[in-house]
């Protein structure tokens, strides 16, 4: 139990580092590198929570596609770090940040005050169990809403490229 | 003040609260960060944080449901994803920088 | 076919080409916007002529056909239902409606073919005859009213047609300035009726009103008649409101031809005749109805002898000749007014369609001075203008001399009539011919007055052929309508067609005997004056062309008095309008500017100053938007939260 501990706060330690450190540099690039480190910390949280296929699919395809698209972009660009990387106004500033503080307290007191509801089992099935009824559930139970983002996957693949490939929209000076 | 006993004994609740840290350092990204790639990766960072704190209620609840919304949620975000690079390119193609505030013509 | 069909194909027909043509107003195609507009005319034209038939199949006493669409107002005791009637009335009025004005249509093609906005003209054009049939079709006051305003606003817009000269949109808006004096008469005129017998249906209210001669000044139906008749005296053009009328030829002449002679200036005649059986119940109304259609026929017709614009002479002797129409409804004529109604309707759109031939021959030159020998240039206009001239001054058998001799002897032998009214109405003939056959001599005979670079040229057969069919009906329109003395002397002793097909629906005062000598002798009289009238024109102007001037420089301020028109205008203008504007404008500048804008100005700065601080969060930035989400959310949590 000890070791479990150790082992959650030493991740969880790294992962609010991560998170914040892609939050606060100015360079996008760096920002993109540190989510990259907070997306594989995520997935050893879902590992140790014993999702392991969603731990796999979340190194392949957040921390792979997703994020190499956004370096991909990132490069495209060919952005420097920026001298002004917040919003101006610091009334502005303090309210956003007083209002998500806010909601973080409550999401904590909440989560808090619902432990003693949930925090009881212990029933987890094996490990190739959970991989396999997962498959199960998603072609039986959820099929029609995956056959859907199989749809929403196809019209976003060919919006984007229209999007990509329009010349100014609504920008249009010409 | 939690006991020691709280404080090792990780459960749902050290989780959860790891989500919600996670998710205000995203929201503090969209909401902050001039950079419309940057509040992107804040936007994947919120999603990111529901995601953990969906795995860790499926852990608890012993309910595999969770894990499918975590697979959706995915799916999303990737799709969100793939569409906002594609304004920002749409953008900077336009002006050479990726800026919000080229978004905000919004005034009436 | 149904007649409610035929009713509304032949409302809508010119409705929809009003929306055609509407709809492509700068299309500058006026042979395809003219042929649009004349097909619509002429479709109604072929409805009129189904109705008129099925209606002469019908009992003489059944002839009336009604199609109530819905009802279009129900308030409390006003039932207004959205209704048409035809009857022997509307009959007449819808032929004449879409027969003169399907030929004026036809006319405006080869007129306006120059113009600039053909569209925007022939939308109008379509649009009045809408109202147009509306006013004479609508079964109850309100619909008539309608009509009445309907054809009012395009009679402005028509008039004001060349708006770009001052004094053209001036010339319209005068027209519906005083035609509103009028239309509060009007609506005065329909309150005092509807309050006294709770009905403004025609057939309802000709069944409601008592059938007792009202002997006061202030009995509800002679106030009530007199309203109207101020009503009709705006729209009519008569005394005292008749001013705007000869302003008004500042309009494209098929225009003038079509509103301000054939039709529209004839609806308050209409309204007359057709509420002419509670009409004769109040005689003081058609007393008063009577003399002032007797003054303002010689009053006009004396105005047109000084006259020198082709267009003006021909206005003030429509408004000459409306006056007769309402002398003959003040005598209880309404017969014959209804028949001058007509045959002046075709003899006045010939000449003015005429007049138009003439103008667009010389270049927009109206002035008679400058015309002169034109007989020879434009022969089929010549000709035609002939037979209209021989029409209005009264010679048989052309269709004016009927009409006009029926009113004459019905203002001498009828009960409400007197010698005095005929008088008037007999010298108003001799006025009459004198000043038509002083237009004819100075426009076509002579010699010609015009430049050496003006060429004058026949008009486009678009042009001539509306002018031969109208001169056509100024011959033999008339005949349908010969009186009873003379139908007894000729060959087949044809009866009065006009008179036996309107009796049912008009009002009858009591006749005396007829005394077939005396008719004879007045007809002879007025005959012998109009041929007098002539021939001194004719003298004067052809013969010893100095005369004029010499009478003109002899009679100085009477003359001078008549060729201002009396003055009358500017007496409108010291005595009302001017006051009216001195007092408008201290109440602008004390009471609106003081008051009522520090009021509105206050009203308006409070909404925007509160606006202002509202506006501040309305910054456009998506990512303020983002704070109003996260901090809405916050709160709808505290709130949860806080309840527990």
Redesign the interface.
């Known amino acids: 139990m000890l070791w479990d501990a150790i082992g959650f706060y030493g991740m969880a330690l790294f992962l609010i580092f991560f998170a914040l450190k892609t939050i606060t540099v100015p360079n996008p690039i760096h920002a993109a590198l540190y989510l990259v480190l907070t997306m594989i910390g995520l997935a050893g949280m879902f590992f140790n929570l014993g999702a392991h296929f969603i731990a796999g699919v979340q190194m392949i395809v957040y921390a792979g596609a997703v994020m190499v698209l956004f370096v991909m972009v990132l490069m495209l660009f060919d952005l420097k770090a920026e001298i002004r990387s917040f919003s101006r106004g610091l009334l502005s500033g303090a309210l956003k940040i007083m209002s998500s503080a806010l909601l973080v307290g409550f999401a904590l007191g909440s989560a808090g005050s619902s432990v003693a509801i949930l925090d009881s089992s212990d029933t987890a099935p094996t490990q190739i169990d959970v991989t396999r009824q997962l498959g199960v559930l998603l072609y039986t139970k959820y099929l029609f809403a995956f056959e859907v983002l199989g749809i929403l996957l196809l019209v976003v693949a060919v919006g984007v490229v229209a999007v990509s490939r329009m010349k100014g929209g609504t920008h249009a000076q010409h | 003040m939690p006991s020691t006993e709280t404080i090792l004994n990780v459960g749902l609740t050290h989780y959860l609260a790891l989500s919600a840290v996670i998710f205000s350092f995203g929201m503090i990204a969209v909401l902050m960060r001039k950079n419309v790639i940057v509040m992107l990766m804040g936007v994947e960072l919120m999603l990111n944080a529901v995601n953990l704190s969906f795995i860790a209620f499926a852990k608890e609840s012993g309910n595999l449901s969770g894990h499918i919304m975590v697979f959706f949620v995915m799916t999303i975000a990737a799709a969100e994803a793939g569409v906002g690079l594609a304004l920002a390119v749409a953008i900077y193609k336009k002006f050479h920088e990726v800026n919000i505030r080229f978004f905000e013509h919004l005034r009436g | 076919m149904n007649h409610a069909i035929l009713i509304l194909t032949l409302l809508i027909a010119p409705l929809l080409g009003f929306a055609f043509n509407g709809l492509r107003f700068r299309s500058h195609n006026a042979y395809l916007a003219g042929s649009v507009a004349t097909a619509a005319s002429f479709i109604s034209f072929l409805c009129s002529l189904a109705l008129f038939f099925q209606l002469k199949d019908l009992p003489p006493e059944a002839r009336h056909l009604t199609s109530r669409f819905f009802d279009w107002i129900v308030v409390g005791d006003l039932r207004v239902p959205f209704g048409f009637t035809v009857d022997q009335i509307s009959a007449i009025m819808i032929l004449i409606i879409t027969g003169v004005g399907s030929l004026i249509h036809l006319f405006s093609i080869g007129y306006m073919s120059h113009d600039e906005r053909p569209s925007k003209y022939f939308a109008y054009l379509n649009l009045f005859l809408f109202n147009m049939l509306v006013l004479v079709l609508g079964d109850n006051l309100l619909i008539t009213f309608v009509g009445w305003e309907g054809v009012g606003l395009c009679s402005y817009l028509l008039i004001g047609f060349w708006f770009s000269d001052p004094a053209k949109a001036a010339a319209g808006m005068k027209a519906f300035v005083t035609n509103r004096i009028g239309d509060a008469g009007f609506l005065i005129g329909m309150f005092i009726l509807f309050f006294t017998y709770g009905t403004l249906t025609y057939s309802d209210l000709l069944q409601l009103i008592p059938q007792v001669v009202e002997s006061t000044w202030t009995g509800p139906l002679t106030l009530a008649f007199l309203f109207l008749f101020i009503g009709a005296t705006g729209k009519s053009a008569q005394i005292p409101l008749y001013v705007w009328l000869p302003d008004a030829m500042a309009g494209p002449t098929p225009v003038s031809a079509l509103i301000h002679a054939a039709t529209m200036v004839t609806a308050g005649v209409y309204l007359f005749v057709r509420l002419s059986p509670a009409l004769i119940f109040a005689p003081h109304a058609m007393e008063v109805i009577a003399w002032t259609g007797a003054a303002t026929a010689l009053v006009a017709a004396t105005i047109g002898i000084t006259q020198w614009d082709i267009k003006k002479i021909l206005a003030y002797s429509t408004v000459s000749q409306l006056g007769y129409m309402f002398l003959a409804v003040g005598v209880g004529a309404f017969g014959a007014a209804q028949f001058h109604l007509m045959t002046h309707a075709f003899f006045k759109a010939l000449m003015f369609l005429g007049s138009g031939s003439v103008i667009h021959a010389m270049h927009e030159e109206q002035d008679v001075r400058k015309m002169g020998g034109l007989r020879k240039y434009l022969p089929i206009t010549h000709f035609t203008f002939v037979l209209g001239w021989l029409a209005i001054i009264g010679i048989p058998p052309f269709a004016g001399f009927f009409s006009k001799d029926e009113i004459l002897w019905q203002a001498f032998s009828s009960p409400h009539g007197s010698k005095a009214l005929w008088f008037v109405g007999a010298l108003t003939a001799a006025c009459t011919a004198f000043y038509m056959t002083r237009l004819m001599a100075l426009t076509f005979w002579g010699k010609s007055r015009f430049g050496k670079d003006v060429h004058p040229h026949e008009s486009p057969p678009s042009m001539t052929i509306p002018l031969m069919v109208l001169g056509l009906l100024s011959v033999i329109g008339g005949w349908v309508g010969i009186p009873h003395v003379l139908g007894a002397v000729l060959p087949g002793h044809p009866s009065n067609l006009f008179e036996g097909w309107l009796k049912p629906v008009i009002g009858h005062v009591a006749h005396h005997e007829p005394n077939v000598i005396m008719e004879w002798a007045l007809m002879g009289v007025s005959v012998s004056l109009a041929g007098l009238g002539a021939w001194f024109a004719y003298h004067n102007y052809l013969v010893q062309p100095n005369l004029p001037k010499a009478v003109a420089a002899k009679l100085g301020p009477v003359y001078r008095a008549v060729a201002n028109k009396y003055y009358v205008d500017e007496f409108y203008d010291r005595f009302l309008i001017n006051p009216l504007i001195a007092t408008s404008k201290a109440i602008w500048l004390y009471i609106d500017v003081n008051v009522i804008d520090k009021v509105t100005y206050f009203a308006g700065d409070l909404v925007s100053g509160l606006a202002s601080f509202a506006k501040t969060v309305?910054?456009?930035?998506?990512?303020?938007?983002?704070?109003y989400m996260?901090?809405g959310?916050?709160i709808i949590?505290?709130f949860v939260?806080w309840r527990g």
Not at chain 3, 618 to 627: E, F, I, P
Request: net charge positive; glycine share 6%; charged share 5%.
């Open positions: 309305q910054n456009g930035k998506t990512q303020s938007y983002a704070l996260a901090l959310v916050a949590m505290t939260m």
